[in-house]
């Protein structure tokens, strides 16, 4: 028996008046719960396209959220009080050659920000240096080389786990020392007993006179301990064969975050008096943090907008179904018209049914969008952040696209002709 001679109606019609009309929002429920349980494989598949559609938006809404959230905090963590001062830009023939091109800054501008510059904790030149280490049999290249001054570890705040830091004896002298990351000194040394033995980098023997406390990975997945230290003057005069003293650039440590406005002002100054043609750039490394958190926030949102496009394949499957269901079910709705549902009773029957099945795939949804964001993260490293509002926006969002696509069904329904219901027509 088909529906057109089977109406929907719940066996014991309560919230019905005589005349049909709908006096209670248990009716409202109960129509639609029959309906979808009439269909079970037509329902669950509506559902399952606006379930997917939510569960997409929560799922890249919860990795971009955390993702931004932890390349801040990693920031924050190394040093939200950093600032970097680089060379800028030379050119030839009005082409620029790129940032770093022009060396103008040396030792003595260092000497100059730490002396001179009020709020200013801690000053590190940096020249940038590259290499392989063998010890034994052993061999290893680490992702970075760093030419560095004695107060590194005050600027990025850092420990020593193992031995001492470089002295302002091994910069001035040039010595041959290093100062080695957990995950070089792991491979080199798996055994322990690294203080004291002498690696070569490059053909040039160096000492190890410490090891640093473990960094562990940043926000891009960079490996933090997979570094070696060294006096920046040893990078320039051992490894780079210069005997120029330009440094690559300054990291600047003020006291306080909120000192850095003014460290940034007096250091421009500073260099703009020591320089007749600087060209430098002054950037504080919260800057950095913020830049980066907000390119993650419109990654995100551009990926949280495609993922909504399956949500509104998901609304068109709703309109879809319900309107099927209203040509299946036109002699039940001409029954009712017959014995006196108004209009608004026969368009808020269909609504309903439009916002029943899109809060229930939506609830789906928003379970499964928070699983698949918990698993993504425990399976792959990702940092995840599921914010509770997040959750709310997808239900209210689930409720307007049932509203929106069961809007034209219901309004089509709430306008047949009684007559023409009851033939079928």
């Known amino acids: 028996m088909n529906s057109a001679q089977n109406p929907i109606f719940p066996a014991n019609p309560v919230g019905l008046r005589p005349t049909g009309v709908v006096r209670s929002p248990a009716l409202l429920l109960n129509l639609p719960l029959a309906s979808l349980r009439k269909h079970k494989t037509r329902s669950a598949l509506t559902m399952l396209g606006i379930s997917v559609g939510i569960a997409s938006v929560i799922v890249i809404a919860a990795v971009g959220d955390g993702a931004a959230h932890l390349v801040e905090q990693q ?59 063998a010890y034994g049999g052993r061999n290893w290249t680490p992702r970075a080389i760093k030419g560095e001054g004695e107060d590194y570890l005050r600027v990025k705040e850092w420990d020593i786990d193992e031995g001492d830091f470089l002295t302002r004896e091994d910069v001035d002298a040039a010595r041959r020392v290093c100062v080695l990351g957990r995950t070089v000194r792991d491979a080199l040394f798996p055994e322990g007993g690294a203080l004291g033995a002498r690696v070569r980098i490059g053909a040039m023997p160096f000492q190890i ?81 913020r830049l980066a958190s907000a390119s993650a926030d419109v990654l995100t949102r551009l990926l949280t907008a495609v993922a909504s496009l399956s949500l509104a394949v998901g609304g068109v499957g709703i309109a879809n179904i319900l309107l099927v269901s ?35 795939g939506g609830g789906a949804g928003i379970v499964l969008g928070i699983g698949l964001a918990v698993a993504i993260g425990q399976a792959f490293g990702w940092p995840i952040r599921v914010a509770p509002e997040a959750a709310a926006t997808a239900a209210l969002v689930s409720a307007a696209v049932g509203l929106v696509s069961g809007a034209y069904p219901s309004y089509r329904a709430s306008r047949l002709d009684p007559v023409a219901a009851l033939r079928g027509d």
């Open 326 to 360: 209203v040509r299946e079910r036109t002699r039940e709705i001409g029954v009712r018209l017959a014995v006196g549902a108004r209009s608004r009773d026969i368009l808020a029957q269909f609504l309903s049914e439009g916002l029943l099945t899109a809060l229930v």
């Open 209 to 289: 006179v410490g090891v640093l406390a473990v960094r562990g990975s940043s926000a891009s997945g960079v490996d933090q301990d997979d570094v070696v230290i060294v006096p920046w003057s040893t990078v320039h005069r051992t490894l780079r064969g210069s005997r120029f003293d330009t440094l690559d650039y300054l990291i600047v440590s003020a006291r306080e975050e909120r000192d850095i406005p003014d460290v940034m002002r007096a250091v421009a100054e500073l260099l703009l008096d020591r320089h007749a043609d600087p060209g430098f750039r002054i950037i504080p490394m919260i800057e950095a943090a």
């Open 75 to 133: 920031v924050r963590a190394l040093g939200s009080n950093l600032i970097l001062v680089l060379p800028g830009a030379s050119t030839v023939g009005g082409l620029s050659l790129g940032a770093g091109t022009r060396q103008v800054l040396t030792p003595d501008d260092a000497d100059a920000i730490r002396r001179d510059v009020p709020n200013v904790k801690a000053v590190s030149p940096v020249v940038e240096g590259e290499g392989h280490l």
